[in-house]
């Protein structure tokens, strides 16, 4: 079993399917010879031809268009779209197309992509390049958001994501592509996309994250088990469609949550969770339910880009204020 | 300074102004067209002009929503769909019945989803033709997706896309142009020029002469034609669809017709064009205009005429029956293909709402 | 004093500020000769002459990118896109490029543009015609969101919208474009960008609004009316940044919330609302905060879509049943 | 069938890869280049590769982050910057720092802008012309807003926007080439082809055989010029300005050239690029062609060519020390500048982050 990084389990789930599934093909910018900036699809185009693995003209609302083309003749496209902060060209295509072909024809064309993108801050990298907005996607009907939070989730979720017959926006922490290895069984397990993964058990508060935060995340609940709050870790992941029902029980138990997220805050994911919590489970809430996330600003360039991310310290005030409500 | 590349767009028409034809039956025949043909592509036309008629008669009386008509561009509609083979793909705009029509979509299909239900895209015939496509340009990038699809499995197959005079302006439109000529895809786009985008006239649309040039731009052909001449069309399509499926690449067509309606049943064109353009834009019509020709050759007989034109009728009216006697989907089918597996989220929803 | 729709208090407002302001451009597609396909442009071409008011080639991008542009040689760009389904391919230049103009340049550029749009369902369009996607504008930061519900504060929203020096997406409700005229004195005063507006006051449980469902909204709280419940009805109307504190003030006083909108459920501005009162406004809370709203799904070809729409009986039956929690 | 247009794509050279020009320095002169200017040309290539060593530097040890440097650009970015007027407007994408110092940009704020620094785009001398571009081809729709407020105003003014040899697939590109056109608008394109787009090469970018005539799908001219040759940009580029400013309408020049380095510093072109290739370009690189010119014709002398290189080498170590020197902003800037007034709900956010 294979010691691996995030992006390196991105990059075995398509290796896998590509090699399990001849209808899998890979393409973006820069994904053939040099495999991915990031070297997600490294040594695909080796293994699998110049056909299936191919770079695109730099375009990405057709990426995505053609992708919809592709998917209704049969095939299984994963596109890249190299940063989030370039994915915004092809909202059109995704919202109008990708979203919508199956409801459209009443099931007749369906549309079984995926967008990858890496997302997020953190990595002190140029203006548009530490995006993370993906609360805009969650408001699209008909498609799945879906962000892994290590190697193993990674793998297993690209490979649901990848098979899953509709389409999915596959958002990859980049602050954390090279952070942690961990052995990943290169078996082809999917994991489901219907569910969170409740990642730290606890019962006085429950903080929901997802992506590159639940490091930060993890490690508040390490600092505030010290002082004796017992705190649960839910790891969203799939973002669209959620999963009310993990979310709703760990409140009912806890009473508490706070949800951490680096994205702006108004609007942001966070912000449907309390809806939620507020809507159906409101009589099991013992103190408010408080988000820690960016700011509703401009990611700043990256000389105070920690100045925008929440850090361990703002969520253990936050969790501890909440304590004392 | 050097001259590196050197590029025409040529204009071509068979069929012209006057009705006569600039080659002989004989030749005509050699390339595919026979007299039958001939009848056939006006049965076509007449058709989607009865059927055109009706659906605007039926927007007016409330039985279906905001109508968009092909009236002027029956004629390279229908040699778009007389062209294609069965299993080639096609990629409409909305304004394509002629074309879907040839392709197998039933005109209770087109009725239901201008009568605002979606089961009208769930073609039974040609079960790969993309549905309708409102988003302007959208589907040019479909196309690629579908034309790479044809190359990496080594199939013969051929996709055509349609889009406006309007069209040619979106991005979409020049990224897929752009992709088709990178990967030398069997595409035919045909860019069907009106004259109008709703309002906006060709000349506010473009500064360039002929649409047919933005080919170049995708390092392919681009080539104009007379778009009421349907025999011109068909000569010219049956090329480039030839072509391309030879594995030669994508090909452009300018097909220059007239819209002659309003822009759709919402639309009052009055307020914007030319009485005067639009009377002399009835004199250049493709469907009088091979039906004299047809007609001053002998080639039809007034009973054809007759009988064909109550057929179309009657085929029409048959459609509008069944159509006006479907009944409105389930509420449950507002959630359903939603996923291909209802999420438990939209089962509460769906749940919640039945109970009201 | 004329009596107007809400369709020619927008036009008048665009005549009035091109009239005291040389710098107001409006453009976007079928806007001159044709005057709108709404007409919400009629007559501006003949009044201002063809370089200010100009139809576009089309192409939603190029029309707010070349918005930004003008915007920062100093003009005031009122641009349309004829249709908020379209609004999409133009959301990578509100996003990266409107948005940020001024934050990316310290203040030395600045973008205050418009950019209109007719919104929402309801007049039996057929597809992509009846978006109500405001939630994805609303997670922008450096943007505004503007909503109208009457023809009154369509005049003075977007006279201040058009003064603004900021960017802001202004959404017209079209259901409503024709559905009633009211008194509008045509002299120019803007109204407020940051606060929302109490169309009635109430007691016992606070309805938040914006757009066409203000109808049913008002409608409803008649209807509860006569049943004995007093609710307080709030026109959100500025959609970003939000109006907090009136929001909390107001669920303070009654204890009870329910928020109509019909957006798609899931991420929706109603989502941001509910989360700010669990945020901030938890301890005033008798019940469950409950959304009213679309759903999940693509928004239907119309001859369904009534049934996508909230209706007066659908918001009547929430709040009867959060009063009664 | 009938040709209805006709175009083609010219290539020009003045100064060729063995430092010969093919016209006479009176003529050159009489065009307005004048033997000192032709030092000054020196001076700012110079200038730009020695900034962009230094940068590199800076980055290698992580005093700025990501740098994208024009290695192998010099000569069509300094003649952009030569050829425009004050009163121009320049849209850059984000490897254009000869052409933003030659507008008075300077040396520190393009230091503070890599350094993760907004300040840096608070250009205190070019202050209309826009920041630094990073998503591709979108500075190209600005750039038709700006050249529309020159023409609306009568302004005799030219907007000069650049995009790279990948930038001219996206649709933005595109949308903007369409509208400039329609509206003859004073915009000179550039399209600088330095071969790649990080790892795809312009022949996997396009199937056109030129990247200028993507302006015909636009409407209007484009050429080719040897964008190594910094003699051959200038003048082509007066031309394309002085045309624009007379409000002949727009113009796309097609700087062939190659970029020397790696895409950015976040990049190893040795992955995907052969070393043949690149050796081949160094060859035909601008700065030491230009060099060899003035050498050759006794145009420079070895004393100056010294005093050039050590004021460049000061000016940049100025520089360098300046952007140290910056102290980072206040936490409180990241809220400044999102709206002309701070809105309560910013305020308040602001408030919790400096108690924190
Ligand atoms: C992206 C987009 N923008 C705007 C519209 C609204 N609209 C519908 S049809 C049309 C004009 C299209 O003109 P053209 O491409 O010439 O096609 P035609 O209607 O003449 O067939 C416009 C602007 C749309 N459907 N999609
Ligand atoms: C819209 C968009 N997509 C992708 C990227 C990532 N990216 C940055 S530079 C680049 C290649 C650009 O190539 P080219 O236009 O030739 O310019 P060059 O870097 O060669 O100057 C890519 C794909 C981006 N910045 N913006
Ligand atoms: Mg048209
Ligand atoms: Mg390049």
Known sequence: MPEMTLIEAVNAA????????????????????????????????????????????????????????????????????????FIYAAFDQIICHASRMRNRTRGRLTCPMVLRAPYGGGIHAPEHHSESTEAIFAHVPGIRVVIPSSPARAYGLLLAAIRDPDPVVFLEPKRIYRAQSEM????????????????????????????????????????????????????????????????????????????????????????????????????????PIVRVSGHDTVMPMFKLEQKYMPSVAQIVTAVSKVMEF | METVAKFDISYSQSLNVSAQLNISLEQLAARGINHEDLIEFYRTMLLVRIFDTKAIALQRTGRIGTYASCLGQEAISTAIGNTMAAEDVFIPGYRDAATLILRGTKMEELLLYWGGDSRGMNFS????????????????CHSIGIGYAFKLRQQPRVAVVVCGDGGTSEGDFYESLNAAGTWNLPIVFVVINNQWAIS??????????????????????????????????????????????????PHLIEAICYRLGDHTTADDASRYRDAAELEQAWKEEPVARLKTFLVENQLITEQQLESIQQQCSEAVEASVEKYLATETEAVSSIFEHMYQEMPAGLRQQLAQLETQ
């Open chain 1, 14 to 85: 398509m290796s896998y399917e590509m090699g399990v599934d001849e209808s899998v093909v890979v393409l973006g910018e820069d994904v053939g010879t040099n495999g991915g900036v990031f070297r997600a699809t490294d040594n695909l185009q080796q293994q699998y031809g110049e056909m299936r693995v191919f770079d695109t003209p730099l375009a990405e609302s057709l990426i995505c268009g053609m992708s919809v083309g592709l998917a209704a003749q049969g095939l299984k496209p994963v596109a890249e779209i190299q940063f989030m902060g």
């Open chain 2, 125 to 140: 015939i040609n079960t790969q033709d993309l549905p309708y496509n409102v988003p302007i340009a959208s589907q040019c």
């Open chain 2, 200 to 249: 906006v006239p060709r000349s506010k649309q473009s500064g360039c002469k002929t649409l047919a040039q933005k080919a170049i731009a995708g390092g392919f052909k681009g080539e104009q034609v007379d778009g009421n001449d349907i025999i011109g069309c068909h000569l010219k399509l049956q090329q480039a669809i030839d072509s391309a499926r030879a594995g030669n690449g």
């Open chain 1, 184 to 287: 990943v069984a290169d078996d082809g397990q999917a994991l489901p996309l219907d569910v969170c993964f409740t990642l730290r058990q606890g019962s006085d508060i429950t903080l929901i994250s997802w992506g590159a935060m639940l490091l930060e995340t993890m490690q508040a609940a390490d600092a505030l088990a010290e002082r004796g709050i017992d705190a649960e870790v839910i790891d969203l992941a799939t973002i669209k469609p959620i999963d009310k029902a993990t979310i709703l029980q760990s409140v009912e138990k806890t009473g508490r949550c706070v949800i951490v997220s680096e994205a702006a805050k108004s609007g942001g994911v966070a912000a449907e969770i309390s809806a939620i919590i507020a809507e159906e489970g409101l009589t099991t809430l013992l103190a």
